[in-house]
């Protein structure tokens, strides 16, 4: 049986401001990549998310970014690499404290955003995070874009990587995301979506904004939940799984000893 994991963005609620249904999320989802407080998110929602998580047995990762709360961690930024390594240990251990204060434990590292499509193929700001990492705790997961040089990267600086696909996102013919601010980035038809994620699952494969078929080797399937049909379409893209015989469960499963 073929089987995947499905992760989204979690925990980035700012004080008053909401963003995202994180409960509803949590019951759709296998694994949940949290803020840390860099690019959203504040300590009492955060943490109030990992509880949920814990209690619905969601695998947690730490969601890091560049620190810019302004942007949202979408600003391309060029931090020096003893910056970058900071920001990525900070980052980390601060959703350690918090996960182990809501019974659950932090398994994995997402980048978010600029950061993760800029180590996707930078090697000095990918050598930097790799490097807080394992500084933290060189047993975390990395979760990176499938078919990126980070991947290789990474594994060969000694870190268990697990490869994602982006179900709402357009992808160019080089396997890179379609920039935001062109049209056509983000898709937001449901069954669309849900038809292709069946695809890459059974074929491996996707289909190019300019038509191009491309190879995508992915463990893992994000569902932004930042839009306000994320929910409606994490549903549809789980059902049209399920109902194909797709087995869900967290990646990090994968990796237990």
Not at 161 to 180: H, P, Q, T
């Amino acid at each position: 049986m073929a089987s995947i994991d499905l992760n989204s963005d979690l925990g980035e609620s700012f004080g008053s401001w909401p963003m995202g249904d994180d409960a509803s999320m949590l019951g759709i989802v296998t694994s949940a990549n949290i803020a840390c407080g860099f690019h959203a998110g504040d300590p009492a929602g955060i943490l109030a998310v990992l509880r949920e998580a814990a209690a619905r047995g969601v695998s947690v990762g730490a969601h890091i970014g560049y620190r810019d709360l302004v942007g949202f961690g979408r600003r391309n930024m060029d931090p020096s690499s003893a910056e970058l390594v900071g920001d990525t240990i900070y980052q980390i251990g601060a959703l350690q404290g918090l996960a182990k204060a809501a019974a659950t434990a932090v398994r994995y590292v997402k980048p978010h955003g600029a950061l993760y499509n800029t180590i996707a193929s930078d090697a000095r700001q990918a050598d930097d995070v790799i490097a807080g990492i394992k500084a933290v705790d060189p047993s975390l997961i990395l979760m990176a874009l499938a078919g990126a040089p980070i991947v290789e990267q990474a594994r060969a600086a000694g870190l268990k990587v697990v490869c994602e696909a982006f179900a709402d996102r357009a992808y160019n013919a080089d396997g890179s995301l379609v920039s935001r601010r062109l049209p056509g980035a983000v898709i937001h038809d449901a069954e669309v979506v849900a038809t292709r994620m069946l695809r890459m699952v059974r074929e491996h494969r996707i289909t190019a904004i300019d038509g191009t078929e491309i190879v995508l080797e992915a463990q893992s399937i994000c569902i932004h939940g930042d839009t306000p049909s994320a929910v409606a379409l994490a549903r549809t893209v789980r059902a049209e799984l399920v109902a194909s015989g797709v087995e869900l469960k967290p990646f990090t499963e994968a990796f237990r000893d």
